[in-house]
């Protein structure tokens, strides 16, 4: 502990870990320390047992449920989409062979008190009974021009100039009906509210290619993709990275104080009476209770269940997205589903979540309408937590605080958060134009 | 995933174990490379190997896990284990610590491997009978105790090395019955993918 290091990472969250790892490819000396004797922090994926503990005090988990070691149940569920940033920072490092992935079955979305498939192109929208007859020809039309749109060939924009152009305004342009807008912005463009629609259309746009660019990617029901063993593998493949390139590693640390000096710059860490130096800290924001503030708070339930969710075409993994409008909330509620096919729980058991910004001060209560999506489980929990955001200044105390994980079922702002920390970190912008059109996957 | 069968070919997922300067790369970096550095650095960069090897009637290529060091504050990750079908635990036959750090990987392993695992317990560096401080019989007795099948080894002088890994090839699980479903690798290039044999650096 007495040597000095250029970063000192306190936590290893996914995005601590992926920093870590970053940082250590470059060169630079990196201590990574937790004070949980397991990885991955808030974003790790626990056993039965480890369930029991953290939900329900001493009391043991029931033995029908099966064996506690064939349960990896997230602690902050999440897709990757496949043609995301989480994989092309996967790609980037190599991370991807120390991890097995495999397809998520099906992509669904909440209209009208019904659960539909997501129609994710011009063929699809022609099949879907979320929309009439002369509806589903005017969205066929619009996802072909999205299809063929291509920002650097001014004759696929057909005039119009989507930097300046809303997405109101281009959507009007093809006369969809506010049902079909809804479904299109939440669960193909993945808006979390209705803001977008006052926004320069690109941005959705170039959403929509992603969804169904990734989903072309694997053939499966969906965009996205997930790891077998659940999301804490994650944590682990990028630590294993720091440390392949030199990064030392310690958990079970206590406490992890960060000492600064006078000028407030920091100067170091101290576990159990020893300090190692360092010019950075990067940490997630329970390091450094001081300099974050709280900006929200996430509701979500975990379901053990027996059967896949309801009207999903008997996925064994889903996500289902419920768009605020149908809700009457401010903000959209995602269902997520997985289960033995993706090793994260003995052979015919399921784990559902479901998540949503808390919007009231009884937020279990919100997460209803999706609750009564899941039919009869076998044990259900409820989870509370608050988001935090730094407020320090990077420049003046050298300290890199992450931004808590929020309640989408997606890494999008992850990964955006790591970018713009290693940015702040090292003055430098990743690189990741990785050549994923001629990516795939090997079947093991 | 442990062992994958197909046709006569195995993957087999190997870890190694042990003390901070057991051997560790030492002993891959002989069975791999055929060689073997008298000032061998502490494990950063390459720890990701992988060999075949031709046993009888089948081939089995080992991707070989080295811990790249985060053992040794106890940080090891579970990923490490994760699908290992075998393992080999190394201790220095000149250094009786290490010996009893074998065991504690040994018990590790217990609570965290796949039961079917093959485990090898390898006494290293038995070109220094000057300075030998664990017996072969001592180690023997523990192994016969545990399940696990004992070599000594040197990695400076190549004796039992690849026998290791031979043994270990031989006892590993032939028909594994599909037990997990499998999953894919992602890749950077179109598919076919062999993984990619070599590491990182
Ligand atoms: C299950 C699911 C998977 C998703 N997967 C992906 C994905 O793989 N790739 C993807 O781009 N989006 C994906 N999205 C959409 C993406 O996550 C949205 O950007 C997200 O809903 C917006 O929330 P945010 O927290 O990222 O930040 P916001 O505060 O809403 O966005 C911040 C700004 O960053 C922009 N932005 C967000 N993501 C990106 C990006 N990847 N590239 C450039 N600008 C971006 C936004 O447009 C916005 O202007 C996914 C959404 C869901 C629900
Ligand atoms: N004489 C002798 N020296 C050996 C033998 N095997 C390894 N060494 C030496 O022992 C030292 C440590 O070997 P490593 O292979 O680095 O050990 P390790 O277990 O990988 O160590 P870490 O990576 O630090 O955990 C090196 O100096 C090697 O040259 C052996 O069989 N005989
Ligand atoms: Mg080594």
Same mark, same amino acid.
């Given at each position: 502990m007495d040597e000095e290091y250029d970063v000192i990472v306190l936590g290893t969250g996914l995005k601590e870990c992926i920093l870590s790892g970053l940082l250590s490819v470059d060169g630079l000396k990196v201590l990574h320390m937790d004070?949980?004797? &397991? &990885?991955?922090?808030?974003s790790t994926s626990l056993n039965l047992i480890q369930l029991w503990k953290r939900f329900r005090g001493d009391d043991k988990p029931p033995p029908h449920l099966g064996s506690s070691r064939d349960y990896n149940v997230d602690m902050i569920p999440k897709f990757m989409m496949a043609n995301g940033t989480l994989v092309r920072v996967l790609i980037h490092t190599d991370v991807t062979k120390y991890l097995y992935f495999k397809a998520v079955d099906g992509s669904f979305v909440f209209n009208k008190g019904k659960v539909h498939k997501v129609p994710a192109n011009d063929m699809e929208a022609l099949k879907s009974p979320l929309m009439g007859i002369f509806e589903k020809r005017r969205a066929r039309k619009f996802f072909i021009y999205v299809q063929d749109y291509d920002e650097s060939d001014p004759k696929t924009h057909e005039g119009l100039d989507l930097t300046r152009v809303t997405t109101r305004e281009l959507i009007a342009k093809y006369g969809l009906d506010d049902n079909t807008v809804d479904f299109i912005g %939440? #669960?193909? #463009?993945? %808006?979390?509210?209705?803001? &977008?629609?006052?926004?320069?259309a690109l941005d959705t746009v170039k959403r929509m290619k992603l969804y169904s660019e990734s989903l072309a990617r694997f053939q499966g029901g969906s965009p996205y993709i997930y790891p077998l063993y659940g999301l804490g593998e994650l944590p682990q493949g990028f630590a294993r990275l720091s440390a392949v390139y030199g990064g030392t590693y310690m958990l079970n640390k206590p406490e992890c104080k960060v000492e600064f000096d006078e000028e407030g710059k920091v100067v170091g860490v101290t576990s159990e009476g020893e300090t190692a130096k360092c010019k950075k800290v990067v940490c997630d924001p329970s390091y450094l209770p001081n300099k974050v503030r709280k900006v929200g708070r996430v509701a979500r339930a975990i379901a053990i269940m027996s059967h896949p969710i309801p009207n999903t075409n008997d996925s064994h993994s889903a996500q289902v997205i419920l768009p605020q409008k149908q809700l009457g909330r401010k903000s959209d509620m995602y269902l997520f589903c997985c289960s033995y096919s993706h090793n994260? #729980?003995?052979?015919?058991k399921f784990i559902a979540f479901v998540s949503a910004e808390a919007e009231t001060d009884n937020p279990q209560s919100e997460l209803k309408p999706g609750i009564d999506l899941l039919g009869p489980v076998d044990e259900i929990f409820y989870d509370i937590y608050d988001r935090y955001e730094p407020v320090n200044e990077p420049t003046l105390d050298n300290c890199f605080i992450s931004t808590s994980y929020d309640a989408?079922? %997606?890494?999008e702002s992850t990964v955006l958060d790591v970018l713009n920390m290693y940015t702040l970190i090292t003055g430098k912008v990743l690189d990741l134009s990785v050549d994923l059109s001629a990516a795939s996957a090997a079947e093991e | 995933m442990a062992a994958t069968a197909g046709h006569n070919n195995l993957n087999a997922k190997l870890v190694l174990l042990g003390d901070m300067g057991a051997g560790k790369s030492s002993l891959v970096l002989r069975f791999v490379k055929g060689q073997f550095l008298e000032f061998q650095e502490s494990t950063i960069g390459a720890a990701f190997f992988s060999q075949t090897l031709a046993v009888n009637d089948a081939t089995v290529k080992f991707e070989i896990w080295d811990t =790249?060091? /985060?053992?040794?504050?106890?940080?090891? !990750?579970?990923m490490y284990y994760r699908g290992a079908a075998a393992a080999i635990i190394v201790y220095d036959i000149t250094n009786a610590d290490s010996f009893t750090r074998a065991k504690k990987w040994v018990q590790e392993l217990q609570k965290q491997g796949n039961p079917n695992m093959v485990v090898a317990l390898a006494g290293n560096k038995a070109d220094l009978e000057d300075k030998r401080k664990v017996t072969a019989e001592e180690a023997r007795v523990y192994a016969e105790e545990n399940g696990l099948f004992f070599m000594e080894t040197s990695a400076k002088t190549a004796a039992n090395v690849n026998d290791v890994f031979y043994e270990i090839a031989k006892r590993l699980p032939r =028909? /594994?019955? !599909? /037990?997990k479903p499998a999953g894919m690798v992602l890749v950077d290039r179109p598919a076919e993918g062999s993984r990619a044999a070599s590491c990182c650096s």
């Open positions: 004070r949980n004797d &397991y &990885y991955g922090g808030e %939440h #669960a193909i #463009a993945l %808006h979390r509210d209705d803001r &977008y629609l006052n926004e320069p994260v #729980a003995p052979k015919g989408t079922t %997606h890494f | =790249a060091g /985060q053992e040794r504050y106890h940080s090891l !990750a579970p =028909a /594994q019955p !599909a /037990q």
